[in-house]
């Protein structure tokens, strides 16, 4: 049996804002995929400077899963549509959850988020799927799940850029405790840190303190600025976007402490 006029989401006797919505959301998603695949393609777009640490693989899918999403629900395949955005909604919740843990934040992946919150609702507001709600439930397991499993993941998982350094910006023989600055383009906080704050600590701190920097392509650290000290190669402590003062505090501590760490 062939399916009425009526059943159909471009059918002009029907509620038209909830099809309005739902199509100018995908637009929205595809074009915030699209930009963040620009940030990593052309040197000049930093459209945001978290997504041009990320890989383009996960852009290309973003816009092929968004697509692939309105494929579904311009044949009126609404239980795949809705299932689908549901899953993107997951995907976006755990990793802006993950960044946020970590310090870090991505204008981009917000966007994309919220973007995809707003679909999901557009979909219940249109009424054809019924077990709707099921899957937002399965979407909150899941980022719980996500966060259980990030709270519990081991300190040297969570950092394991730091094996990425370059011997010669860790610390050496002598003891000195090295600050390493991990920065990136369009960071104001790693501009202030190199302008203004870095020669305040090493005026304070002289010759105890060995003060480097190294951009974050060479390292891929995520969270920018990011701080690495110690005064060993074995004792090094990672912290991400602090303030001045407590950055200050733990340089003191640092330096009270034996070569090797407590």
Known sequence: MMPSKKDSPFDPTRNRWPDRAIAGLLIGLILVSALSLSTQLIPKCSSCAQAKQGSSFWSVSGIIFYSAVWAFYAIRKIS???????SGFCIHGVLVTTLALSGSTCGLCITAFVLSAFLW??????????????????????????????????????????????????????????????????????????????????????????????????????????????????????????????????????????????
């Open 121 to 262: 609702l557009s979909f219940a507001a249109r009424g054809e799927d019924p077990s709707l709600w099921k899957y937002g439930i399965t979407a909150c397991l899941i980022i719980g799940g996500s966060l259980a499993v990030q709270g519990f993941m081991p300190e040297e998982a969570r950092f394991r850029f730091v094996e990425r350094i370059p011997e010669e910006y860790l610390p050496g023989e002598n003891g000195q405790l090295t600050l390493l600055l991990i920065e990136g383009d369009k960071c104001r906080e790693c501009d202030e840190f190199k302008k203004v704050l870095g020669p305040k600590l090493k005026d304070e701190f002289k010759d105890k303190l060995r003060i480097v920097t190294i951009n974050n392509d060479r390292v891929r650290a995520g969270a920018l600025p990011t701080y690495v000290i110690g005064k060993s190669r074995s004792a090094l402590r990672v912290y991400r976007s602090i303030p001045y003062s407590s950055l200050r505090e733990f340089l003191i501590v640092a330096l009270a402490e034996p070569v090797g760490g407590t």
């Open 80 to 86: 795949i549509a809705a299932y689908l955005t549901f």
